[in-house]
């Protein structure tokens, strides 16, 4: 997790005060939200970089926001086109590296 990331979260959920209690929150949302995200968005890099923008990086910061509220169950009904957009284009990207890469073995 980077500090970008941190801070974009951490405005998203319209905190605006520092202490330790709400930094390890925070922390813990982020934390439990990354191997989440990857799923939904079918993001196969587990390095993946949710801080850079983008539509990964504002269903990130949303899916933050439902569990800091306690309302992760609700998430996908409502982000379900964002979600079926976003997943398309990773599993496009992971369909044609690993084309390219049989091509390449084949040779």
Same mark, same amino acid.
């Given at each position: ?11 998203? *959920? $319209? ?12 922390? /813990? ?11 939904? *968005? ?6 993946? /970089? ?6 990964? $990086? $504002? ?5 933050? *926001? ?6 992760? $169950?609700?998430?996908? /009904? ?25 091509? /390449?073995?084949?040779?």
């Amino acid at each position: 997790m980077t500090e970008t990331l941190f801070a974009q979260v951490k405005r998203k *959920l $319209n905190i605006t005060w520092d202490d330790e209690e709400t930094k390890a929150t925070v922390t /813990d949302i982020i934390q439990s939200a990354i191997p989440v995200m990857l799923h939904k *968005l079918g993001i196969t890099d587990p390095n993946f /970089d949710f801080a850079q923008p983008g539509a990964e $990086n $504002n269903l990130f910061r949303s899916y933050c *926001l439902y569990d800091y509220n306690h309302c992760t $169950n609700e998430f996908d /009904d409502n982000y379900a086109n964002e979600i079926g957009q976003v997943r398309e284009k990773h599993e496009l990207e992971y369909h044609l590296a690993n084309s390219e890469e049989s091509e /390449d073995a084949e040779t």
